[in-house]
């Protein structure tokens, strides 16, 4: 289990290296950088490597604008990964064009950024919002970037997005052998004032069949806990949710 660390957004503009130390401090074994690291240096980029080999944790993958793996910048997104250790360097979100054929456009950037990659050992992955599951010109955005994408471009499935959709997480990973390679593991709940506030296990998502089918089924290598906000601290909010998880899937 991995923290992605936009969970923790306003206490790393404070102190990147305490944060990260208090992450590791928690128990979580990884991390997920999101967009913020692309404006390291290479100094500061080997820096945060040494940071995370001495507490002992990795950097899983890195969460990217779509602009980082454009032909401008895609060198540059996969030089910082193989520094930090990264397996994944995964698209946050899209704005395509309205309609099946702008997801296409989304579908051949992933295709292309897989192509000049994966000669260095990394893979690209998609990570899914609202929108992509809520149909658009009769399909479901993410419907189309499975189909048209190669088999080794990653669907990472946010699920606190996808319930939010009213779509199930079981059967999307089901219907997707072998691509659900992560999962954020972000909950979500209905209720007035609630929605995506609640901690991990406190929402709708029935997390006994997601894991087991992401186990199964999906591929998954890793998971993230992921929280846009809640009662608590971010601090807080991050180590309740590793003590849920751990109190749900005891070692």
Not at 52 to 65: A, K, P, Q, V, W
Not at 191 to 205: H, P, R
Not at 229 to 234: A, I, L, V, Y
């Amino acid at each position: 289990m991995g923290l992605e660390l936009y969970s923790v957004r306003n206490a790393l503009k404070e102190s990147l290296e305490g944060t990260v130390r208090a992450v590791a401090q928690m128990g979580y074994q990884g991390v997920e950088f999101y967009a913020p690291y692309f404006e390291w240096t290479e100094a500061q980029t080997k820096q945060m490597r040494q940071l995370l080999d001495s507490l002992g944790i990795r950097c899983f993958s890195t969460h990217n604008d779509s602009a980082f793996l454009d032909k401008e910048k895609i060198t540059r997104a996969r030089d910082m990964n193989l520094i930090l250790g990264s397996k994944y360097a995964v698209v946050a979100s899209a704005k395509p064009a309205p309609g099946p054929d702008g997801w296409m456009t989304v579908a051949d950037l992933l295709n292309s950024a897989a192509e000049q990659l994966e000669p260095a050992g990394l893979k690209v992955g998609y990570h899914n919002h609202y929108i992509e599951f809520l149909p658009s010109g009769g399909r479901r955005p993410m419907e189309i970037l499975a189909k048209n994408t190669k088999p080794s471009v990653m669907l990472q499935l946010d699920i606190g997005t996808c319930l939010e959709a009213a779509s199930d997480p079981v059967a999307w990973i089901r219907a997707n052998p072998g691509r659900i390679h992560s999962l954020h593991c972000k909950d979500w709940s209905p209720d007035a004032g609630k929605g995506y506030k609640v901690l991990f296990g406190e929402g709708e998502a029935n997390w006994k069949d997601i894991f087991a089918a992401a186990e199964s089924v999906g591929g998954a290598e890793y998971y993230l806990m992921e929280q846009e906000g809640s009662r608590f601290t971010e601090l807080d909010t991050a180590r309740k949710c590793l003590e849920s998880f751990r109190a749900m899937r005891p070692a």
